[in-house]
């Protein structure tokens, strides 16, 4: 028998999701509106961009005087475009915009923190957006054309411009490219693969990305409110992100069946998004991104920024000069001659990296509670591996990209494209030491990288690892794997290179990671 009280908490429940829907719709018309308005300015025609930059000066202006309040809708994207373009033309009328905004007696949003986009790197040191004359400037116009935004991680990414436009090309096709699974449903599957390190920097951003696809606003209010056929991604995405050398056939053959199902076409594209957004935000949180300036995290409409310590010209990794000696340490690995690979020491390599992770005190991700509503099964972390996989079982060479070659040709070689420039990127430096080749230092961060997620293989000698690479090296590159949202300042703040080589170190991780999770999920489907 349902009591009167019962019935009026179910009526209560019921208004409550309601109220709650109702105002993710309004949501969802606040940000096509926004979207509409300064979409616009993605062009690279300077007559067009300076009319269209008068025209939302006019409009916000006319929708001020006829109702403060109404703007306040517009400001923070305003904020970001007076700081953040790679056109001066915008960033002046944006900035001018404000300035009169504030004049008519509007309450300005402010940058949360001034820090840049990293909080790790000094912003002294970052590419700057409109240096035309640096080697990145091209990149950062075409990734403003395409978006109207040049995000925090294409700007760190800018570092290493060779590998950037692979990346931004990767990027735009998996989200935007052709493909079975619509847009907004690409999006959608990104937030949840983001939400499994806690990175709510990428959730931000793809939350706009589906709203701007025609995404239903409700679905934002949890994976319960997505199709069943989306919800049932949890588990793959789950072992995908911590455990990935456990994804059996038998997960895919759970979703590849049933009246939710998906076909092998669909899946291989939702397993290309699972992957890429693991990847990527382990990257965020390595590089220790800082927030968006128009998301909620990133301004605030107090009286003064929350700064942080002051960005002068001695902070960063530079600060304390190059304490550790390369030719004490660093040199050795890269210059000194190896005996061949005899297979029982190099297993007892291995077997003991494997022992190390397992003694090192991995703290618990810290969890955003603003993204627990995307997360299914949260207690579900990373652990040390204990049955490694032989890695040319599953080689992506051998295996990995003919496979998926049968499902996305053209992806499948913009991605080859992208592991190929990662693999051979250098500069020949090393910290102060020039003309010095890194190959063995970069081997040793790509396989160190894939052991940590079950991968072995026998031809490469794990003796580098555990003997030349120093611990705080490899204490980055373990917590940056395995529990990148426990990473702090100081961890990155590992000594000897400069950041540049460190956000080169992570996007090597970043491509390590991809790769090995992406082969076991093709393994897994095929």
């Known amino acids: 028998m349902v009591t009167n009280s019962t019935e009026e908490e179910m009526l209560g429940s019921k208004k409550l999701e309601k109220i709650s829907i109702i105002i993710a719709q309004k949501q969802s018309l606040d940000h096509t509106r926004v979207e509409d308005m300064f979409s616009k300015l993605a062009t690279d025609d300077e007559v067009e961009r300076v009319n269209v930059i008068k025209d939302i000066q006019n409009d916000i202006k006319e929708m001020a005087y006829a109702e403060l309040d109404s703007v306040k809708l517009f400001l923070s994207t305003i904020l970001r475009l007076s700081q953040r373009s790679p056109y001066p033309d915008i960033t002046s009328g944006m900035t001018d915009l404000l300035h009169q905004l504030e004049g008519l007696g509007l309450q300005i949003p402010r940058i949360r923190i001034k820090k840049g986009p990293s909080f790790y790197i000094p912003q002294h040191l970052v590419p700057k957006l409109d240096d035309t004359e640096s080697d990145v400037y091209q990149l950062f116009k075409e990734a403003f054309l395409n978006d109207a935004r040049i995000s925090h991680m294409v700007q760190i990414m800018g570092f290493h411009p060779k590998y950037l436009k692979h990346w931004v090309q990767t990027h735009h096709y998996i989200l935007r490219g052709p493909g079975q699974l619509p847009k907004h449903i690409r999006a959608y599957i990104g937030i949840l693969a983001s939400c499994r390190h806690h990175c709510l920097y990428s959730v931000n951003l793809l939350e706009r990305e589906f709203l701007c696809f025609g995404g239903p606003s409700d679905w934002l209010q949890g994976i319960q409110h997505a199709p069943r056929k989306i919800q049932n991604l949890a588990t793959v995405n789950n072992i995908l992100c911590h455990q990935p050398w456990n994804l059996q056939a038998s997960h895919m053959q759970e979703l590849l069946t049933g009246p939710d199902s998906w076909s092998k076409q669909e899946l291989s594209q939702a397993l290309t998004i699972i992957c890429h ?182 031809d490469f000698d794990y003796g580098l690892i555990k003997c030349k690479l120093p611990d705080n090296f490899k204490d980055y590159i373990r917590v940056t794997v395995s529990t990148p949202g426990k990473l702090q300042e100081e961890t990155f703040r590992f000594t000897g290179f400069t950041d540049s080589e460190k956000v080169h170190f992570s996007l090597i991780m970043m491509e390590s990671r991809f790769q090995a999770t992406f082969c076991f999920a093709l393994k897994a489907l095929n």
């Open 277 to 458: 957004f693991h990847a990527l935000t382990q990257f965020i949180l390595g590089c220790g991104l800082t927030h968006e300036i128009d998301s909620s995290a990133g301004h605030t409409y107090g009286s003064s920024p929350l700064d942080t310590p002051s960005d002068d010209e001695s902070s960063g990794s530079e600060k304390n000069g190059y304490p550790i000696l390369f030719d004490d340490i660093y040199t050795r690995l890269l210059e000194e001659e190896r005996e061949p690979i005899n297979s029982e020491l190099n297993y007892q390599h291995f077997a003991d990296l494997l022992e190390q992770q397992a003694n090192t005190e991995l703290y618990q991700s810290r969890r955003s509670s603003a993204l627990s509503h995307y997360i299914v099964n949260p207690d579900y972390t990373y652990s040390v591996c204990k049955e490694m996989t032989h890695g040319h079982d599953f080689d992506w060479d051998e295996m990995g990209f003919p496979i998926f070659r049968h499902y996305n040709t053209e992806l499948a070689d913009i991605l080859d494209a992208k592991f190929k420039i990662i693999q051979r990127l250098t500069y020949k430096t090393m910290g102060q030491k020039e003309n010095i080749d890194t190959t063995k230092l970069r081997e040793s961060v790509w396989y160190f990288t894939q052991q940590l997620l079950g991968v072995y293989y026998t």
